[in-house]
Nanobody, 118 residues
Framework: QVQLVESGGGLVQAGGSLRLSCTYS????????MGWYRQAPGKQRELVAS???????NYADSVKDRFTISRDNVKNTVYLQMNSLKPEDTAVYYC????????????WGQGTQVTVSS
Protein backbone atom coordinates (compact mmCIF):
# COMPACT_ATOMS: atom_id res chain seq x y z
CA GLN A 1 0.00 0.00 0.00
CA VAL A 2 0.99 3.57 -0.66
CA GLN A 3 -0.32 6.51 1.34
CA LEU A 4 -0.55 10.00 -0.13
CA VAL A 5 -1.30 13.16 1.83
CA GLU A 6 -1.82 16.45 0.00
CA SER A 7 -1.60 19.96 1.37
CA GLY A 8 -1.31 23.52 0.13
CA GLY A 9 -4.66 24.24 -1.45
CA GLY A 10 -6.66 27.35 -0.77
CA LEU A 11 -8.22 30.50 -2.16
CA VAL A 12 -6.16 32.82 -4.33
CA GLN A 13 -6.86 35.68 -6.70
CA ALA A 14 -6.31 35.32 -10.42
CA GLY A 15 -2.66 35.81 -11.25
CA GLY A 16 -1.55 34.48 -7.89
CA SER A 17 0.43 31.40 -6.94
CA LEU A 18 0.04 28.32 -4.81
CA ARG A 19 2.26 25.34 -4.11
CA LEU A 20 0.74 21.94 -3.52
CA SER A 21 2.61 19.22 -1.68
CA CYS A 22 2.04 15.47 -1.71
CA THR A 23 3.89 13.43 0.88
CA TYR A 24 4.05 9.71 0.16
CA SER A 25 4.79 6.71 2.33
CA UNK A 26 4.46 2.95 2.30
CA UNK A 27 5.49 0.58 -0.49
CA UNK A 28 6.67 3.35 -2.74
CA UNK A 29 9.20 1.06 -4.44
CA UNK A 30 6.41 -0.32 -6.66
CA UNK A 31 5.64 3.16 -7.99
CA UNK A 32 7.31 4.66 -11.05
CA UNK A 33 5.04 7.60 -11.84
CA MET A 34 3.66 10.34 -9.63
CA GLY A 35 1.32 13.00 -10.77
CA TRP A 36 -1.27 15.62 -10.07
CA TYR A 37 -4.80 15.45 -11.40
CA ARG A 38 -7.70 17.83 -10.97
CA GLN A 39 -11.44 17.64 -11.13
CA ALA A 40 -13.70 20.65 -11.52
CA PRO A 41 -17.43 20.46 -10.76
CA GLY A 42 -19.27 18.65 -13.52
CA LYS A 43 -16.08 17.69 -15.32
CA GLN A 44 -13.97 14.58 -15.57
CA ARG A 45 -10.76 14.20 -13.65
CA GLU A 46 -7.83 15.25 -15.82
CA LEU A 47 -4.08 14.92 -15.67
CA VAL A 48 -2.30 18.15 -14.80
CA ALA A 49 1.32 17.02 -14.56
CA SER A 50 3.33 13.87 -13.98
CA UNK A 51 6.89 12.89 -13.24
CA UNK A 52 8.44 9.47 -13.65
CA UNK A 53 11.11 7.84 -11.54
CA UNK A 54 13.54 8.67 -14.35
CA UNK A 55 12.57 12.33 -14.14
CA UNK A 56 10.49 12.51 -17.32
CA UNK A 57 7.89 15.25 -16.93
CA ASN A 58 4.61 15.74 -18.72
CA TYR A 59 2.17 18.66 -18.51
CA ALA A 60 -1.34 19.27 -19.73
CA ASP A 61 -1.33 21.92 -22.45
CA SER A 62 -3.53 24.16 -20.32
CA VAL A 63 -0.87 24.49 -17.59
CA LYS A 64 2.37 24.49 -19.58
CA ASP A 65 4.61 27.42 -18.72
CA ARG A 66 2.55 28.14 -15.59
CA PHE A 67 2.83 25.00 -13.44
CA THR A 68 5.94 23.10 -12.39
CA ILE A 69 6.05 19.61 -10.95
CA SER A 70 9.05 18.52 -8.90
CA ARG A 71 10.07 15.79 -6.52
CA ASP A 72 12.19 15.64 -3.36
CA ASN A 73 13.18 12.03 -2.75
CA VAL A 74 14.70 12.87 0.64
CA LYS A 75 11.44 14.36 1.91
CA ASN A 76 9.29 11.82 0.01
CA THR A 77 7.30 14.70 -1.40
CA VAL A 78 6.07 15.75 -4.82
CA TYR A 79 5.26 19.41 -5.40
CA LEU A 80 3.13 21.31 -7.85
CA GLN A 81 4.07 24.97 -8.11
CA MET A 82 1.20 26.84 -9.71
CA ASN A 83 1.80 30.37 -11.01
CA SER A 84 -0.37 32.79 -12.98
CA LEU A 85 -3.46 31.03 -11.73
CA LYS A 86 -6.70 31.46 -13.63
CA PRO A 87 -10.31 30.98 -12.51
CA GLU A 88 -10.48 27.93 -14.77
CA ASP A 89 -7.80 26.29 -12.62
CA THR A 90 -10.38 26.02 -9.84
CA ALA A 91 -10.78 22.35 -8.95
CA VAL A 92 -10.01 19.68 -6.42
CA TYR A 93 -6.43 18.61 -6.98
CA TYR A 94 -5.46 15.00 -6.36
CA CYS A 95 -2.07 13.43 -5.98
CA UNK A 96 -1.62 10.09 -7.76
CA UNK A 97 0.99 7.38 -7.58
CA UNK A 98 0.99 4.48 -9.98
CA UNK A 99 3.02 1.87 -11.78
CA UNK A 100 2.91 2.25 -15.54
CA UNK A 101 0.76 -0.42 -17.26
CA UNK A 102 -0.03 -2.15 -13.97
CA UNK A 103 -3.48 -1.34 -12.61
CA UNK A 104 -2.77 -3.16 -9.38
CA UNK A 105 -0.78 -0.15 -8.25
CA UNK A 106 -2.80 3.04 -8.54
CA UNK A 107 -3.19 5.23 -5.47
CA TRP A 108 -4.91 8.54 -4.78
CA GLY A 109 -4.70 11.18 -2.11
CA GLN A 110 -7.75 12.70 -0.50
CA GLY A 111 -7.65 15.83 -2.64
CA THR A 112 -7.14 19.49 -1.86
CA GLN A 113 -9.36 22.33 -3.03
CA VAL A 114 -7.89 25.13 -5.13
CA THR A 115 -10.15 28.11 -5.77
CA VAL A 116 -9.08 30.98 -8.00
CA SER A 117 -11.23 34.10 -7.83
CA SER A 118 -11.50 36.55 -10.70
Amino acid sequence: QVQLVESGGGLVQAGGSLRLSCTYSGSIFVINVMGWYRQAPGKQRELVASITAAGIINYADSVKDRFTISRDNVKNTVYLQMNSLKPEDTAVYYCNANRIADLRYNYWGQGTQVTVSS
